[in-house]
Nanobody
Framework: QVQLVESGGGLVQPGGSLRLSCAAS????????MGWYRQAPGKQRELVAR???????IYTDSVKGRFTVSRDNAKNTVYLQMNSLKPDDTAVYYC???????WGQGTQVTVSA
């Protein structure tokens, strides 16, 4: 069982920044591939970024150069630094360990003037 708690969302103006955090329970966190996903109203949930146990990362094209995923295994936490935010980034953001059924409750990110 893995419990996930996302935080750090909010309302930000276009061009602004937010840092999301996802705190995970369990002793196997360091072994997990962790993904950040988002779901905008009326759209399917999509992968935003992923980080492997060894720290390798991938990003969806729309966020490359603006978002950075990182992890702190000592704190069982994965982060998503989001810069140069755009209105199209508005969504509920979730973290999810690959190959597991576990999801957090999500954190709302709204980018609006």
């Amino acid at each position: 069982q893995v419990q996930l708690v996302e935080s750090g969302g909010g309302l930000v103006q276009p061009g602004g920044s937010l840092r999301l955090s996802c705190a995970a329970s369990g002793s196997i966190f360091s072994l997990l591939v962790m993904g950040w996903y988002r779901q905008a109203p009326g759209k399917q949930r999509e992968l935003v970024a992923r980080i492997t146990a060894g720290g390798s990362t991938i990003y969806t094209d729309s966020v490359k150069g603006r978002f950075t995923v990182s992890r702190d295994n000592a704190k069982n936490t994965v982060y998503l630094q989001m810069n140069s935010l755009k209105p199209d980034d508005t969504a509920v953001y979730y973290c999810h360990p690959d190959s597991t059924p576990f999801w957090g409750q999500g954190t709302q990110v709204t980018v609006s003037a």
